[in-house]
């Protein structure tokens, strides 16, 4: 998750006093939201499958099963396990099975706001991880990160680069043949010495042959000179990065 938004938990214990107790520590702490309580591994895994929460707040000690039994017939690829134990024995095994972090009985306010901060780093490390690659640019006076796959068109100013993204534009102190060579090949044409667009960014091309052709961006309608001399090679290419999507539809 890369925006603030609350992260929802799952409360695993069979113990309703324990439960209680766990919940009004997560009441006290911002941006968690408990979704479910379950009292043994088998509700745990359904409830798991039902609300696919961020957080798994997981006892060891269950009934039937025990915390680590459980864990295996839930798919926490999208979750951070927090176990939640009387007893420190089981610190080691619990990280070796991946857990994010491990919390003593009764669980303190602060310990348990850290190892939330530690998850939800995870969580937004584990999206930009899913989503592609990011680039560092200043935008408005501020450094900020944007995935790749956003980026629209690049075009040298001075020793910068101006990128413009789906939700804006910032700076970066790169040269442009340095960030193409850093981004998944394909992904952007180079349509001048100081511009290079992604290819489904491009709404429509117009011009002549003999004067060189224009493109046109989606959203703001840009448009983008290609001399007549590289016209070829990026009609070209925009046709090949259009026919994947043409055969998708």
Known sequence: RLTMEPLTALIVDDEPAARRDLEEVLASIDDVRVVAQASDAAAAQHLARRHRPDLIFMDIQLP????????EGIDATQSCVIFTTAYSQFALRAFEVGATDYLLKPVETERCRRAIIRARETLQRQAAENEGPTLEIEEHGAHTRILVSRIRLITTEGNYLEVVHDQGR???RQTLEGLLAECPPGQFLRI???QAVRPSAVQSVGGSGQRGFRLVLRGDGRE????RRRAPEIM???RTAARPRSAAA
Do not use: E, N, T
């Open 64 to 71: 039937g099963a025990d915390g680590f039994a459980a864990l």
């Open 224 to 227: 983008l000179k290609v001399s």
């Open 170 to 172: 910032g700076l970066v």
């Open 236 to 238: 070209a290419q925009l």
């Open 192 to 194: 001048s010495r100081h």
